[in-house]
């Protein structure tokens, strides 16, 4: 998830801070393996058409073209913005401009 992007000493905090718990990795494949892969997808889609909020996805790689046309049929007020290279934890890889770029958003909404 792109933990040997951070920097010393955050690298070596997270990663101390890491639990792999097999029961709750499990608990998330659950509904999955009990209801298929259709059932939790037509949950997924719901959820996403009640997303009123303005949205913002900041993502720390290049989004494929048919995650981001799904994203933009099924999010309203959606703006996605990729940081290439910045992994999972692009909040903590780039702290200050991920603050910033936050900061701006939320102005942007009017909230």
Request: hydrophobic share 45%.
């Amino acid at each position: 998830i792109g933990v040997e992007r951070l920097a010393e000493p955050l690298r070596s905090r997270v990663r101390a801070s890491q639990r792999i718990e097999q029961g709750l990795v499990l608990s998330y494949w659950q509904q999955l393996a009990i209801e298929g892969g259709d059932a939790v997808q037509s949950h997924i889609d719901a959820a996403l058409q009640c997303l009123g909020a303005p949205y913002l996805y900041v993502s720390g790689h290049e989004i494929p073209a048919g995650e981001r046309a799904y994203l933009a049929q099924h999010v309203a007020n959606l703006e996605i913005e990729e940081w290439p290279d910045a992994g999972h934890m692009v909040h903590l890889v780039q702290p200050a401009a991920f603050a910033e770029r936050l900061r701006k958003f939320v102005a942007a909404t009017g909230r």
